[in-house]
């Protein structure tokens, strides 16, 4: 039995003001949580603030991002170990920003996967095809890729606490959710993809789907067998937005 997990990536949004407003805001609407576990993952400078105000709370803390390397001269970036000093619980990797805007590689994915993990802290592994591939059928072969790179430099066995968002690119932002069939179709292949490296692993496995969640199509999308919950983007700004996300996902 896999227990949901609604995840807010708040992306590069968010003041002082605006943080304290919408913590307020999920933590009143979120006193009982009812089967699902709920995360938000703010910008970084934000996370000492989120912290505070999450404590005692339902709401775990994530980040969206951090460095493959230890503590040292890498201008800009954050490291484990001070995501473990902030005791944050899980950290996005491999979000489709990152990976074409930043340039970030398979294998730089997979560096910060293996990090992440010998440093305790939970990855949320994000993958998904563009619209183009989607077109030239190539959706499976991307995810694949993408989920094997990880899986042959960390080993399966590094997977046990992580989870796995499905985001095609081409809903990330743009209103135009997947289906429920087409998420259904990539979960239960990433689920299979996974299965044959180990079983157990794939059917404990939480899988998420991202791209325009939001409160009027969280429920039918997961209903879907495969679909684990959701990383939410622009509807996890929204209290009652997300907190509608959330109550859908504990359904
Ligand atoms: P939206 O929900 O804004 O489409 O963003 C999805 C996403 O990228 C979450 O990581």
């Keep these: 039995m896999r227990t949901a997990l609604v995840a807010g990536n ?7 003001d605006v943080v304290n407003e919408l913590m307020d805001g999920l933590i009143a609407g979120l006193n009982s949580s009812g089967g699902v576990e709920v995360l938000v993952c703010p910008p970084s400078v934000y996370l000492s603030q989120v912290e505070v105000a999450a404590k005692n709370s339902l709401i775990s803390v994530g980040a969206q991002n951090v460095s493959e390397n230890g503590d040292g001269a890498f201008t800009g970036e954050i490291s484990l170990t001070m995501l473990n000093d902030l005791k944050c619980e ?5 979000h489709s920003e990152r990976r074409s805007l930043y340039a970030e590689s398979d294998s730089v994915v997979a560096k910060k996967f293996i990090a992440t993990v010998a440093a305790g802290i939970k990855p949320i592994l994000c993958v998904g095809e563009t619209l183009e591939e989607r077109e030239q059928g ?22 046990s606490t992580a989870v796995i968002a499905y985001e095609p690119v081409w809903a990330i932002g743009t209103g135009k959710t997947a289906t429920p069939a087409q998420a259904q179709d990539v979960h239960a292949a990433i689920r299979n993809m996974i299965a044959e490296y180990d079983a157990n692993t794939a059917s404990a496995m939480r899988i998420l789907y991202g791209g325009s969640v939001n ?8 209903a879907n067998e495969d679909v684990d919950g959701g990383l939410v983007g622009g509807a996890s700004l929204k209290a009652n937005d997300f907190i509608a996300i959330c109550h859908a996902a504990g359904a």
């Design 215 to 222: 409160a009027a199509n969280a429920a039918e999308l997961f």
């Design 10 to 16: 708040w992306k590069m949004n968010g003041s002082t």
């Design 138 to 159: 190539k959706t499976l072969a991307v995810v694949e890729r993408q989920l094997k790179a990880v899986i042959d430099a960390a080993g399966i066995e590094n997977f």
């Design 90 to 94: 899980y950290v996005i990797l491999g």
